[in-house]
């Protein structure tokens, strides 16, 4: 098992700065992608920004030039830094991990962080 822990968010004004970070720990297990999704009040949850292990990065249109995600293999943590955060960036934010674990590495799943709220004032 994976267990993934944020931290980071928080209240800002628009046109501010926050940077989340998601740290995974347990015990036999290697990642693969980490990434971020979010969650407005009664929408879905969405895809922001994800990074493999090789440190390919995939954006979300609407954060591409403004978010940056990045990762510490050798700490297993994952990093957004965004910036330029507009009202409509409120969201949960949720880390995510696609890791093999168990004996020989053979299983594979997706694990999630419990989300840390982030709150843009206009």
């Known amino acids: 098992q994976v267990q993934l822990v944020e931290s980071g968010g928080g209240l800002v004004q628009a046109g501010g700065s926050l940077r989340l970070s998601c740290a995974a720990s347990?015990?036999?297990?290697?990642?693969?992608?980490m990434g971020w999704y979010r969650q407005a009040p009664g929408e879905q949850r969405d895809l922001v920004a994800t990074i493999t292990g090789a440190g390919s990065t995939n954006y979300a249109n609407s954060v591409k030039g403004r978010f940056t995600i990045s990762r510490d293999n050798a700490e297993n943590t994952v990093y957004l830094q965004m910036n330029s955060l507009r009202p409509e960036d409120t969201a949960v934010y949720y880390c995510n991990a696609n890791a093999w674990t168990g004996t020989g590495l053979r299983l594979r799943g997706d694990y999630w962080g419990q989300g840390t709220q982030v709150t843009v004032s206009s």
């Open positions: 347990g015990s036999n297990f290697r990642i693969n992608a």
